[in-house]
T-cell receptor, first 114, second 115 residues
Framework: AQSVTQLGSHVSVSEGALVLLRCNYSSSVPPYLFWYVQYPNQGLQLLLKYTTGATLVKGINGFEAEFKKSETSFHLTKPSAHMSDAAEYFCAVSPNFGNEKLTFGTGTRLTIIP | EPEVTQTPSHQVTQMGQEVILRCVPISNHLYFYWYRQILGQKVEFLVSFYNNEISEKSEIFDDQFSVERPDGSNFTLKIRSTKLEDSAMYFC?????????????FGQGTRLTVV
């Protein structure tokens, strides 16, 4: 069984400030981990993923995340927030078999303060 | 860039009516999924489909739901008799061959409103 916990349903940061969105997972098998972004009235777009190899993964739009097995975490960061980053962010986990269902967290709504 | 396409973008239906939500997955993908997102809640898995059969389904996916790949390109979700609580955004997703990147590509969603 797998689950994802996203701490903070709403996060507000000032433009130019560090973005940190937290994700912790529980998995009975080695996981694949994903971050998806959902802009208003749009679908889910993959930001980045961890499958194997390097634990620090870089994604689109300047985002990155680090897989920390000892902490069962996969936090999403961006050094400098832009107004265009305002969206809902979902962390998701799947078993490491490939092409398995995703289990999503409850999402974090990111607001950027001008 | 290839994408998953869903139609319609928004559907309003009366309670008790049947609805069919349509999806065109990415052409070389072999695995297909439906998820739903009730307003303000998280995205939930409904069903996965591979090799022309359901590979896994959630407890949400009861006898009112069915999926089909009628013609090798479309992938449909049918809700036989809609209830108010079926109102949600429904997302179709597909993922590729086993040696691929294992990431699921999502469509833009169909917002279903049951009145």
């Amino acid at each position: 069984a797998q689950s994802v916990t996203q701490l903070g349903s709403h996060v507000s940061v000032s433009e130019g400030a560090l973005v940190l969105l937290r994700c912790n997972y529980s998995s009975s098998v080695p996981p694949y981990l994903f971050w998806y972004v959902q802009y208003p009235n749009q679908g889910l777009q993959l930001l980045l993923k961890y499958t194997t190899g390097a634990t620090l993964v870089k994604g689109i739009n300047g985002f990155e995340a680090e897989f920390k097995k000892s902490e069962t975490s996969f936090h999403l960061t961006k050094p400098s927030a832009h107004m265009s980053d305002a969206a809902e962010y979902f962390c998701a986990v799947s078993p490491n078999f490939g092409n398995e269902k995703l289990t999503f967290g409850t999402g974090t709504r990111l607001t950027i303060i001008p | 860039e290839p994408e998953v396409t869903q139609t319609p973008s928004h559907q309003v239906t009366q309670m008790g009516q049947e609805v069919i939500l349509r999806c065109v997955p990415i052409s070389n993908h072999l695995y297909f999924y439906w998820y739903r997102q009730i307003l303000g809640q998280k995205v939930e898995f409904l069903v996965s489909f591979y090799n022309n059969e359901i590979s896994e389904k959630s407890e949400i996916f009861d006898d009112q739901f069915s999926v089909e790949r009628p013609d090798g390109s479309n992938f449909t979700l049918k809700i036989r008799s809609t209830k108010l609580e079926d109102s949600a955004m429904y997302f179709c997703a597909s993922s590729g061959p086993r040696t691929g990147t294992f990431e699921a590509f999502f469509g833009q969603g169909t917002r279903l409103t049951v009145v």
